[in-house]
């Protein structure tokens, strides 16, 4: 198994653009989070789904954050518009409903907004 | 609900030396509990986790942890560290009863220094 798939692994952005990150879970696993980390909040999390439905977003920070999983391997997160304090490493992570083995985490996505 | 409280935020050490990461958590029923450790610039990975059975647990790269429920702790262990066990260590918990309650409660963090 390849693991949980994120891209892109860095992303370097003007401020007020759009920033769409991506990820791919674990084949079989029906439980997806997305989670951000910086130096001075460490790890929140934003959102998470079960089975492809978005389950808690009271993590999401603003409106301008947004969340989708149109299907069971694919979720994306979306910044419009961005601002320099999104600037943060952005994981996923999926895990099974069934059986509770953790959290498999991608590698994150080093996001900067300039 | 659980709760997670790292007690360290930061330890630093000199290599070869023994260590303890210290969690203690808080639950009103049953848990499972996890390590998980970040090296610099990378994802968490999964260190150890206990779910049944024996009370000590052995986890990767010679971590071992043991869970103590009188004491609600899953303190974490290494009788030797290496300059390469430099990294971040996340607490993390969830309760048993599955389905949505498997969701992950993690610790703040406690990053562990191994001087030479």
């Known amino acids: 198994d390849a693991g949980v798939i994120q891209s892109p692994r860095h992303e370097v952005t003007e401020m007020g653009q759009e920033v769409t990150l991506r990820c791919k879970p674990i084949?079989?696993?029906?439980?997806l989070f997305w989670y951000r980390q910086t130096m001075m909040r460490g790890l929140e999390l934003l959102i998470y789904f079960n089975n492809n439905v978005p389950i808690d977003d009271s993590g999401m920070p603003e409106d301008r954050f947004s969340a989708k999983m149109p299907n069971a391997s694919f979720s994306t997160l979306k910044i419009q518009p961005s601002e320099p304090r999104d600037s943060a490493v952005y994981f996923c992570?999926?895990?099974?409903?069934?059986?509770?083995?953790?959290?498999?985490f991608g590698s994150g996505t080093r996001l900067t907004v300039v | 609900a659980q709760s997670v409280t790292q007690l360290d935020s930061q330890v630093p050490v000199f290599e070869e030396a023994p260590v303890e990461l210290r969690c203690n958590y808080s639950s009103s029923v049953s848990v499972y509990l996890f390590w998980y450790v970040q090296y610099p610039n990378q994802g968490l990975q999964l260190l150890l986790k206990y779910l049944s059975g024996s009370t000590l647990v052995k986890g990767i790269n010679g971590f071992e942890a043991e869970f103590n429920k009188s004491q609600t702790s899953f303190h974490l262990r290494k009788p030797s560290v290496h300059i390469s066990d430099t990294a971040e260590y996340f607490c993390?918990?969830?309760?048993?009863?599955?389905?949505?309650?498997?969701?992950?409660?993690f610790g703040k963090g406690t990053l562990l220094t191994v001087n030479p």
């Open positions: 084949s079989g696993h029906n439980s």
């Open positions: 993390a918990v969830s309760d048993r009863r599955g389905g949505s309650n498997y969701k992950l409660t």
């Open positions: 992570a999926s895990s099974s409903l069934t059986r509770n083995y953790g959290y498999t």
